[in-house]
């Protein structure tokens, strides 16, 4: 351990475990936030001017106008395909441009034209298409409803709050300043109203500036201070604010990332959610603080409904959150039902950035699949994943040397446990010069490569984004002279202290640099890299230990803009590059891995997250549930939390708990502190050495499903991991539940996250519908809270009844090594004898399925006592060596024999076993290759 | 994490004598002969577990029937199943049923992988014939290590004996010192006793002298002086007091300081007679650093003018000097002892064979770092800067209790920042040096070292002995 790593430490970790709040700026601190959040509702002062309406194709444009000010904006409205509404207000002539975020769409999106229904002084009605939406826009004050028949569905700005700091030129003496925009709840002193009248809508530019009233000059807006980090704002003042009202919504998600429950919290009296990507050292859980990474996107949901807001903006934003039923109890809230109380309930949202433009996308649903969609159809879906990466991965800080990685490698293969991937963090490289490894602890990392090759295991290496300033460091000789750091505000690099001390910061927003950069991870570039080596970016936000809160100075230049305008964005950029340049090392062939903290919208396009430096505590592993499932709103499905948490070091019991609960989420990877002992599974006794392999093996059986699962998350941006209002959305009993989630359709897990925990009670939903326990194949009845004893040997994991679910039953060292491997199946039949489930196969790590369509996908339906397979994919060609080993039929009555029928015209009797007791049918080898057509009948 | 310490394990098979009985068995692949019973050609098969029957034709038809994996010993069907790699000419062993057709070879005659496109060698005869080779080395080696080891096991005996006769001495000397001691004490209890009695006597005669005027000369006894300085005749003497007698002996214009004063009465700010006596009086009588105001020379004492007096004294003083020199010597003998005992108490193994390793140190540089073990005492590192850390001292053999001898823990190092403290878990290898072999620190602050010595060595291999193949 160096000692920069002893000082830094010593500095952050001085007296207690806990978060040091006092780093990180709440509302209060942040000057535009609390300049907006001193703003309360109350009338607008922005009206829309509605003789600048021009309605073309593709959009709408309207000017709007502060009545305060005079400033003038440009709103756009756009209806798009898939049932969206993009709404975007800018100024109508800002000073200079505005930052509006590129990269993170995947494409313009399609627009549908909007037709104007009526026009008449008090505003317009559009109709937005299907099911008598209308889109009505009100002229004074300025609002916005999207409405579906009678109903209002959403609006905005009907709280007033759309306000927008438009730049100005900065007046240092008192007596000529401009306005602030933001001051137009004051009454207006000299009726500037009339004045405004008579200019009307063609030059509002010069004469107008003297109209304005009296500005306010606030403190924070031209320069603002934070602990000892000055803040200069060149810029000046350039927050925007708009609320948004969502009649008939209690239930609110979404909005990552920050460590609390899935159903947001109303924001009033506290600070409101923050989204600004920060290296938060030992976080806390419960409460709205910013996290590493940002994903504007916030989910609504009812009974009747599913929407969801995307704000389109990458600088420093806070998202306040208010319902008028957040504050009743359960009983006011049963009172106002019985009494009929007249107000329906309502969640009002308001959201504030720093600067930019305003860029809303509201997606309607209806349903939470069509959410899912829109928003997939705007910012792409998952990547695909090599299957590899959905298996078990292995990490500590650090694994010393190549003999430490042999001996773990040899550890795995002792206890007969499986792994995929070991992991080398920062320790490895030669003085944290990324890229590079330590001479005497790595001296041949290829020799060690081959090791894990030859095991048909992977390697994962960390390179961060922070450069060693060191003239003797070929990286960043490069970065320097091509003139690809990021800049202070002085136009010199921009440097900051991170692990290997002083540090440049590549400008990833630059194409070159991220060209440059992935050009870095070729095989003749990456010295001692091989083909089974991949990446972990950490570190992304960007850490800064000694910037302002731990990151970048706003001030910073990327280009033109500061970091100020696009922070969010820097993470998701350098988990691109990376992403990339292991694309191209193979020639575009390979489908990459890279595991990055900081995200944003888009960001599911290029790998994994995980949740960060969590901690050994019970909270941390409980945290886990709804910070996964958040991510997965918002088409992060790649996700998962450190097993058994970072800082600290866990107890066995919870450390077993902690395999249990993370085998059955997406991302698997057990992380450790330096400071902590080791902890790899077989330190613990054999008995919970038993443990932990078994929940390793329980998820490597699962493969087959985790992968279908990810390839219907790539190909449709449905989520993984889901929470169960996804699948139940009119069962309000669903709607806070974190405690379990869904995979895919089929699978409802319910983790052990209590300390010494008898057992728990489970919510099994669906009317009607029925459930068995994997593990004993009881079958428990739909809708209801069931209370499940549990031992520490296995955490409640139920089949869906009517699903039909893959697995692999042959566990072996790696997953590579079951490739070939059999399926068996497990069909779960509904109470109408029903089951349906899908088989996706592919070769596991190259693009060939997208370009060569290589690739195999199958229905299995079993209907009327016939079980069969067909194909969903007949433009698809693959050939799997991988047949049917075994079918298992749960709630199956005893057939007199069962029969195989092949396309060929072949037919054959099956042997079988029943299992009275539990009512389970098992067919003895059916031999069929898992690519073909078959069908077996029970008699 | 270290709980298996190696014994170094050779089981080399007398392969071919067994050929001609595994042709026949050759059918059902990756059994071994011991279970060659159960799987004769029948019509049906047994379970082995007798859980159930099932026909013969589905014994390795890649599907999992008995629920102990004893009808698919040649697949990866059962996941509790186990394959036997034959390894012909090398060592057969089983491997997990899960590594049958996994694309990794780890039978040596690739038994295991008979259907994957994993192209294996069989490599079993010249990793039999490495092995042997090695094996004979090891053996020749062994020996020689053995036979180190045995001196090291003598010179323990050696060792032991001559500690435990020292033992014995230091025993018998510290039992003559107490018999010493007890008889000096009464000596000079009552030397004592004489030279006060005879000092009363003549101090009560000077006394009734000291009256009469004439009397031009005044021997000074410590009660005397003592009285002199205790002006305030409370019966002690304080630094103030002390302050306003006397004076440095070189300069007696200049006054004491409080600290000064303070040391003459030995650390104490006010004394009675008797501290008065060991401490001032003896600096007054010594006369090289102070003296009383006004007065040269040395204040006598009643012995410079008493024959009887002085002979009394001078008695008694020789009794103390007598008593301090066989205490001093006691107090040795018993150090000694102590650590002797100590010494002999810790367990140097079951023919204290790692005795030889006390009072010894060994060392090793790793990186920037030196470390040193010394075995039953301590470990530490040395950084480049000099800096010396302790990672533990010496705790407790740590083995597994079938070889307890193999580990050693050194516990309770220096405290690591927030965190525990430093520890040392030292790995016992057979080798023919005794030296370090490795320090590694899987977890931070805690330490793995490796130190090989021949006393580690088994003479196990020479006992299994080795097959050649024929």
């Given amino acids: 351990m160096g000692p920069l790593l002893v000082l830094w430490l010593a500095g952050c970790l001085s007296g207690t475990w806990a978060v040091d709040r006092g780093n990180f700026k709440t509302c209060d601190q942040s000057a535009f936030c609390k300049r907006q959040r ?81 026009r008449d002084e008090n505003g317009v009605v559009l109709s937005l298409g299907a099911d008598s939406q209308r889109l009505i826009v009100s002229a004074k004050p300025f609002r916005l409803d ?52 008579t200019e009307a809508a063609n030059e509002p530019a010069e004469g107008e500036e003297e109209a304005k009233e009296d500005e306010k000059v606030e403190d924070g807006m031209w320069e603002e201070t934070f602990k000892s980090h000055t803040d200069s704002k060149p810029n000046g003042p350039s927050s925007i604010s708009l609320d948004f009202s969502l009649p008939g919504v209690e239930n609110v998600y979404g909005i990552p990332e920050h460590a609390d429950s899935l159903k947001l919290k109303a924001t009033d009296g506290g600070d409101p959610y923050r989204l600004f990507n920060l290296d938060v050292f030992q976080y806390e859980v419960f409460n709205p603080m910013a996290l590493y990474g940002a994903i504007p ?75 899912f969609s829109q928003y997939a159809s705007l910012t792409g879906t ?150 089974n080596m991949y990446t972990w970016n950490d570190m992304n936000e960007p850490s800064v230990f000694n910037g302002p809160e731990v990151t970048m100075h706003k001030d910073a230049l990327h280009g033109n803009w500061e970091n100020r305008d696009l922070h969010n964005l820097y993470g998701l950029y350098v988990q691109r590059a990376t992403a990339e340049g292991l694309i191209e090392r193979s020639g575009g062939v390979e489908r990459p891995f890279v595991l990055a903290r900081a995200f944003f919208a888009g960001s599911q396009r290029y790998g994994a997250v995980w949740t960060g430096d969590n901690a050994a505590e019970w909270e941390h592993l409980k945290i886990s549930i709804p910070m996964c499932l958040s991510l997965g709103l918002v088409g992060v499905s790649f996700c998962g939390a450190d097993v058994g948490g970072f800082f600290k070091s866990p107890s066995t019991e919870l450390l077993v708990r902690w395999y249990q609960t993370g085998a059955y989420q997406p991302f698997f990877r057990a992380h450790a502190h330096l400071d902590t002992p080791r902890r790899e599974p077989w330190l613990f006794g054999p008995e919970n050495t038993a443990l932990i392999r078994e929940a390793v093996r329980q998820r490597y059986a699962l493969l087959p499903y985790w992968y279908q699962l990810f390839y219907h998350a790539h190909h449709s941006g449905q989520p993984v991991m889901r929470p169960l209002w996804v699948e139940y959305p009119q069962d309000t009993a669903t709607f806070s539940m974190d405690d379990q989630f869904l995979l895919g359709r089929d699978l409802l897990v319910h983790p052990v996250t209590e300390e010494g925990a008898r057992g728990v009670t489970a919510y099994l939903p669906g009317k009607g519908e029925v459930w068995f326990d994997v593990h004993t194949f009881q079958k428990h009845n739909g809708a209801q809270n069931l209370y499940i004893p549990v031992t520490i040997s296995s955490i409640p994991v139920f089949q869906r009844g009517g ?46 399925f997208d370009k060569q369509k290589q690739f195999i996908h199958r229905r299995f339906s079993f209907a009327n006592n016939a079980l069969s397979s067909r194909n969903l994919a007949p433009g698809s060609q693959f050939t799997t060596f991988s047949w049917v080993e075994k079918i298992v039929i749960l709630g199956a009555s005893k057939p007199s024999k069962a029969t195989l029928k092949t396309p060929d015209g072949k037919e054959s009797q099956l042997e079988f076993e029943f299992d009275a007791s539990m009512s389970v049918l098992t067919l003895r080898k059916p031999g069929v290759n898992a690519g073909l057509d078959w069908t077996v009948v029970l008699q | 994490m270290f709980t298996n310490c190696s014994l170094g394990h050779c089981h080399i098979i007398v392969a071919v004598v067994l050929w001609s009985i595994c042709v026949d068995s050759r059918k059902i692949r990756g059994i071994s002969l011991s279970y060659k019973r159960f799987y004769r050609e029948r019509k049906s098969f047994l379970c082995i577990d007798g859980s159930k029957m099932i026909p013969f034709d589905q014994v390795n038809d890649d599907y999992c029937d008995c629920m102990d994996g004893s009808d698919e010993p040649g697949t990866a069907a059962c996941p509790t199943g186990r394959f036997y790699c034959t390894n012909l000419g090398y060592r057969s062993h089983y491997i997990p049923s899960s590594r049958v057709n996994d694309g990794i070879c780890d039978c040596c005659d690739a038994s295991d992988e008979y259907r994957s496109q994993t192209p294996c060698q069989n490599t079993c005869r010249n990793l039999g014939q490495r092995e042997r080779a090695e094996v004979e080395g090891q053996t020749r080696v062994l020996g020689e290590r053995l036979r180190l080891k045995q001196l090291l096991i003598e010179e323990g005996v050696l060792t032991w004996r001559e500690k435990q ?56 006894s410590p009660i005397s002086v003592f009285k002199e300085l205790d002006s305030n005749r409370d019966g002690s003497i304080t630094v103030d007091e002390v302050q306003a007698k006397l004076s440095p002996v070189q300069d007696e214009e200049h006054a004491l300081s409080e600290d000064e004063a303070v040391a003459l009465l030995g650390g104490a700010h006010r004394v009675d007679l008797s501290r008065f006596e060991e401490t001032l009086w003896t600096s007054l009588r010594t006369g090289d650093s102070v003296t009383i105001k006004g007065r040269r020379g040395v204040p006598g004492s009643l012995a410079d003018e008493d024959p009887n007096i002085k002979a009394a004294v001078s008695a008694a003083e020789k009794a103390s000097a007598d008593l ?28 204290r064979e790692f005795l030889f390793l006390h009072d010894q140190c060994f060392q090793l540089k790793v990186y920037e770092y030196i470390y040193e073990l010394c075995p039953f005492s301590q470990v530490t590192q040395k950084s480049a800067s000099g800096e010396v850390v302790s990672l533990g001292k010496w705790g407790s053999w740590a083995g597994p209790p079938e070889n307890p001898y193999c580990q050693m823990r050194y516990e309770s190092g220096e405290p690591c920042w927030q965190g525990p403290t430093r520890n040392t878990m030292v790995m016992l290898i057979c080798g023919t040096e005794t030296a370090l072999r490795s320090v590694k620190e899987p977890s931070k602050c805690q330490y793995v070292m490796e130190l090989q010595t021949p006393v580690s060595c088994q003479p196990a291999l020479r006992q299994r002995g080795v097959h050649s193949e024929l």
């Fill in chain 1, 38 to 118: 001193a703003l309360k509702p109350g009338q607008s002062p922005y009206r829309a001017l509605l003789e600048t309406l021009e309605l073309t194709n593709t959009k709408l444009t309207l000017q709007l106008i502060n009545d305060n000010n005079k400033v003038r904006l440009l709103l756009e409205l756009y209806r798009l395909q898939g049932n969206m509404t993009r709404v975007k207000i800018n100024e109508l002539k800002p000073l200079k441009p505005r930052f509006e975020v590129p990269d993170v769409l995947i494409n313009d999106p399609p627009t549908e034209p909007l037709s104007l229904l009526s």
């Fill in chain 1, 146 to 197: 999207i409405m579906e028949g009678r109903e209002v569905l959403l609006s905005l700005n009907s709280r007033g709050l759309l306000a927008f700091e438009h730049l100005r030129i900065r007046k240092d003496t008192c007596q000529e300043v401009m306005s602030l925009s933001l001051s137009h709840s004051k009454v207006d002193p000299e009726g500037t109203e009339n004045k405004e009248e």
């Fill in chain 1, 297 to 371: 996107v916030m989910l609504s949901h009812s009974a009747q409904r599913t929407m969801g807001i995307f704000w389109l903006n990458a600088a420093e934003t806070w998202v306040d959150i208010s319902s008028n039923t957040a504050g009743k109890t359960v009983f006011g809230q049963m009172l106002d039902y019985v009494q009929g109380s007249s107000e329906t309930p309502q969640t009002d949202v308001r959201w504030i950035s720093e600067s930019g433009i305003i860029d809303v996308f509201i997606m309607l649903g209806p349903t939470p699949t069509d959410v």
């Fill in chain 1, 382 to 531: 998952q990547a695909f994943p090599p299957l590899s990466a959905l298996a078990y991965h292995q990490c500590r800080w650090n694994y010393n040397d190549q003999e430490d990685v042999a001996a773990v490698d040899q550890g795995f293969d002792d206890h007969d446990i499986p792994y995929d991937f070991i992991w080398l963090d920062i320790e490895h490289t030669d003085g944290k010069r990324y890229f590079t490894w330590d001479p005497h602890k790595f001296p041949q990392p290829k020799d060690m490569l081959q090791g894990l090759l030859d095991k048909r295991r992977k390697m994962v290496t960390i390179v961060d984004p922070h450069i060693k300033v060191d003239s003797s460091y070929k990286i960043h000789n490069e970065i320097r002279s091509k003139g690809f750091y990021v800049k202070s505000k002085d136009g010199g690099d921009y440097e900051g202290w991170c692990w290997p001390g002083n540090s440049g910061y590549p400008d990833f927003t630059n194409p070159e640099m991220r060209a440059w950069w992935a050009s870095m991870f070729a095989y003749d570039q990456y010295e001692g890299s091989m083909e």
């Fill in chain 1, 803 to 848: 699903s039909i679910i893959s697995r692999k039953a042959r566990v072996r060292r790696s997953s590579s090594c079951m490739e070939h491997d059999p399926y068996t199946l497990f069909v779960a039949l509904s109470p109408k004898r029903f089951a349906q489930g899908e088989l996706y196969i592919d070769d596991g790590h190259t693009f060939n």
């Fill in chain 2, 165 to 220: 006769a020292q033992l014995r001495d230091l025993q018998r000397v510290s039992d003559d010192l107490q018999t010493q001691l007890d008889d000096l004490r009464k000596e000079e209890a009552r030397r004592k006793e004489e030279a006060d009695a005879l000092r009363e006597r003549e101090i009560g005669a000077r006394e009734t002298a000291d009256n009469s005027p004439t009397s031009h000369y005044r021997p000074e």
């Fill in chain 2, 324 to 351: 301090k020199r066989v205490e001093d010597a006691y107090e040795t003998v018993y150090m000694e002892i102590r650590d002797l005992r100590e010494k002999l108490s810790i367990d140097y193994g079951s023919e």
